[in-house]
């Protein structure tokens, strides 16, 4: 259904009789009944208002309008009455094209709906580049002199300086200069731009630095090359929608040596490397923890994912098929599963023989909560394969466990049995009986080390199990039933995410269920453990 955006403009109140609202009005209103055929149309008013510029209430009001959808047509009494900026009308014009709207302009005869109207505005549109062109170069020669000057060109100063207005000379803030270096330094060792944020928090806030340090800051920080002592100019426009929009490299200006430098060239090079392969990352920061992982297995399609906070790139997301309504999941569902079958993984490492069976094997890999449900693993054999290791290293383990509960044994009965003459005999020393305790407490302590460390004489040296161990061991999260709402708190998020996903390469989900869980070994090969 066709409707039309009329639109009036008069600079003052008071205006010629030709070219009042009353006449705008009445011309537009019967060039689009009589005309046009439009009964339907709505009129927007601006009165006391310059063409100069889009600051206009009711233009931007029937933008939005237009942009909604409302309207097919934009009529105007002339083209002045919108703009007398021949950019805005050409960035206002692409717009409309993009949205095929027909715009008309009654004195003029311009109706991009006919082919005379396309072809007078399409030479608007070459002067209006050519303008665009001009204007950029002058602009471009003006920074240019200004910087080769020293001038100050109205740019925000960086963290970790300062103007003087008199000498118009840059200084370094060395209290804020030492928290650029340290967020190069900590950045350039491979810290994570989370970890330095949650690290700047703990120190005392600069002045400029009005709230707590949060990602989007330190990443700006990290992409300034204003730090190595260069003024960039013209690096990035913005759209009539106010969208930013990184400016061609031939526009840019960019002046050495203007300034003194907080760090070196070879150091921001050396981050910039580091930045845009952690941003090409498929494991983006803001994405949820286990986005790309999960697939339904019904039908072979990645599960989609809902935050539930969207500002907040930590915040835990849902995970659902768009096709199976049973198949939702939350981050703590699959993460208590994962870390629990993880961990009971690198128990069976540290305990599992060739001896072992089947049936063993299935009750080791399947203890907890988390797998109530699951009745099976049904390629337990090729599980238990990489689970052997070294045979010879988990023999001595067995061996070592075995003699010391033996040896703990016997010296328990010995005591037992001194103990029975009393403390006060004289067949029984009392230092007898204290050296027996010390053994007994020594033989122990050494059992229990040698339980609790899984694997601790035989840590798996390749593929993903190496790396849990590692991510497990230096988090110290060698204990039954872990918590992932703890781990959660207290692990950094981008630290567990890039856990995830370079241990596994796919979560496939079915009837609310996991049904496998594929890890990314070394030798690039499907490592697939199947639930049922």
Request: hydrophobic share 35%; aromatic share 10%.
């Amino acid at each position: 259904m066709t409707k039309a955006a009329i639109y009036i403009r008069v600079s003052t109140v008071m205006q010629l009789d030709k070219e009042s609202r009353g006449v705008q009005r009445n011309d537009l209103i019967r060039y689009c009944n009589d005309i046009l055929g439009i009964p339907d149309y709505k009129i927007f008013e601006d009165a006391g208002f310059s063409a100069g510029t889009t600051d206009r209430p009711d233009y931007q009001k029937m933008l939005q309008h237009i942009r909604a959808g409302e309207f097919t047509h934009l009529l105007v009494w002339k083209i002045d009455r919108i703009s007398r900026n021949i950019i805005d009308f050409t960035d206002m014009y692409h717009e409309l094209q993009a949205l095929g709207i027909t715009f008309i302009s009654l004195a003029e005869q311009f109706d991009t709906s006919r082919i005379v109207g396309q072809a007078l505005l399409k030479m608007i549109l070459i002067f209006a580049e050519l303008e665009r062109h001009n204007a950029a170069e002058r602009s471009k020669a003006v920074l240019l002199s200004k910087a080769e000057a020293g001038e100050y060109t109205g740019f925000r100063i960086p963290f970790g300086y300062r103007r003087d207005s008199d000498t118009k000379e840059y200084s370094i803030e060395e209290p804020e200069a030492n928290i650029i270096r340290l967020i190069f330094d900590m950045f350039d060792q491979g810290t994570t731009v989370y970890t330095i944020a949650k690290h700047l928090n703990t120190l005392p806030l600069k002045e400029r630095v009005k709230e707590k340090w949060q990602m989007p800051t330190i990443e700006r920080m990290l992409t300034n090359i204003s730090y190595t002592g260069a003024l960039r100019y013209n690096y990035r426009s913005y759209t009539s929608k106010k969208e930013q929009v990184i400016n061609d490299e031939n526009d840019l200006v960019l002046v050495e040596n203007n300034h003194p430098a907080i760090i070196t060239k070879e150091q921001f090079e050396r981050c910039q490397q580091r930045y845009a392969e952690r941003k090409d990352t498929v494991y983006h920061v803001r994405k949820p923890l286990f986005a790309d992982l999960l697939v339904c297995n019904v039908h072979r399609i990645p599960l989609s994912w809902q935050k539930e906070n969207k500002r907040k790139f930590s915040s835990p997301a849902t995970y659902s098929c768009p096709y199976c309504s049973q198949n939702s999941f939350t981050d703590d569902k699959i993460g208590s599963f994962v870390m629990n079958y993880i961990f009971n993984l690198l128990q069976a490492y540290g305990q599992v023989s060739p001896s072992t069976s089947s049936i063993t094997l299935k009750r080791m890999l399947l203890r907890g909560k988390e797998f109530d449900g699951i009745t099976t693993l049904v390629n337990v054999e090729e599980i238990k394969h990489p689970l052997l290791g070294d045979g010879s290293a988990k023999e001595d383990v067995q061996d070592k466990r075995k003699k010391l509960k033996f040896e703990l044994q016997i010296k328990e009965r010995e005591l037992e049995r001194l103990e029975l003459y009393g403390p006060d005999s004289s067949d029984v020393p009392n230092i007898q009986i204290d050296q027996l305790k010390s053994t007994i407490e020594r033989l122990s302590v050494e059992l229990q080390q040698l339980e609790n460390n899984v694997g601790a004489q035989s840590v798996p040296q390749v593929g993903y199990l190496k790396t849990c161990y590692d991510f497990f061991n230096q988090r110290n999260l060698y204990h039954s039933d872990i918590d992932f709402s703890g781990c959660v708190k207290s692990i950094p998020f981008y630290d567990l995410k890039h856990f995830f996903q370079g241990i596994i390469a796919r979560i496939y989900v079915e009837d609310g269920k996991i049904t496998a869980i594929e890890f990314s070994s070394e030798q690039k090969k499907r490592e697939v453990h199947q639930f049922r």
